[in-house]
């Protein structure tokens, strides 16, 4: 089992930035896994808003598309969200997360979850 732990979250303004950050540990095998970021508001299922698949190649929920970029630092077992031109609609509890496949992602179906980071965004 994959251990996740989410950092970085916070409040900020409109138009800010944040960078978030995810400790990967535990029974980790290199390229064993789809990594993602998902996020969940009171009321609402949680929902995938960007994947990074085993060759390198990123996914990303139309909302967020050229604001947020997924990536991972191999040698510190770390994944990042670099969130930028926040709105107060990002404001949410953020995740990583694995998915065995880019379809199970697409599915909503993850396998590990770390205990999410608040991201506030005022207007």
């Known amino acids: 089992q994959v251990e996740l732990v989410e950092s970085g979250g916070g409040s900020v303004h409109a138009g800010g930035s944040l960078r978030l950050s995810c400790a990967i540990s535990?029974?980790?095998?290199?390229?064993?896994?789809?990594f993602a970021w998902l996020r969940q508001t009171p009321g609402k299922e949680r929902e995938g808003i960007a994947a990074?698949?085993?060759?390198?190649?990123?996914k990303y929920a139309d909302f967020v598309k050229g604001r947020f970029t997924i990536s991972k630092d191999d040698a510190k077992n770390t994944l990042y969200l670099q969130m930028n031109s926040l709105n107060p609609e990002d404001t949410a509890l953020y995740y990583c997360?694995?998915?065995?496949?880019?379809?199970?992602?697409?599915?909503?179906?993850?396998?590990?979850y770390g205990q999410g980071t608040q991201v506030t965004v005022s207007s």
């Open positions: 990074l698949d085993y060759d390198g190649s990123t």
């Open positions: 535990g029974g980790y095998r290199y390229g064993s896994y789809i």
């Open positions: 997360a694995t998915a065995r496949t880019i379809d199970e992602y697409d599915e909503g179906h993850y396998m590990d």
